[in-house]
């Protein structure tokens, strides 16, 4: 059973930033790859960042790039969003998720809770 628990959300100004971590009770934590998606109300969940298993490749959607980042520490079975220049359209619900496929078309068998960022303008 893959658990994945995300903290790091909360309240933060326009241009501010937040860090998300995604901490994964899965056995050999490398063989997988894992993504953030978000989904702001009224609007469907989307994919915002993914990586590899073995952190090599990154993927970010359009309107996230060059201002989050994610990252792995496979020693801590834990994954990362560094969220910088944070703008009040990034206000979402933030979901974990992995799999065995990377990437924002792969499918996601096992996600997160999630953990509410607000960005207030």
């Known amino acids: 059973q893959v658990q994945l628990v995300e903290s790091g959300g909360g309240l933060v100004p326009a241009g501010g930033s937040l860090r998300l971590s995604c901490a994964a009770s899965?056995?050999?934590?490398?063989?997988?790859?894992m993504a953030w998606f978000r989904q702001a109300p009224g609007r469907e969940r989307e994919f915002v960042a993914g990586?590899?298993?073995?952190?090599?490749?990154?993927y970010y959607s359009d309107s996230v790039k060059g201002r989050f980042a994610i990252s792995r520490d496979n020693a801590k079975n834990t994954a990362f969003l560094q969220m910088n220049s944070l703008k009040p359209e990034d206000t979402a619900v933030y979901y974990c998720?992995?799999?065995?496929?990377?990437?924002?078309?792969?499918?996601?068998?096992?996600w997160g809770q999630g953990t509410q960022v607000t960005v207030d303008s």
């Open positions: 998720a992995a799999g065995l496929l990377p990437g924002p078309r792969a499918t996601y068998s096992n």
């Open positions: 899965i056995r050999i934590f490398s063989t997988f790859a």
């Open positions: 990586i590899t298993g073995g952190g090599s490749t990154t």
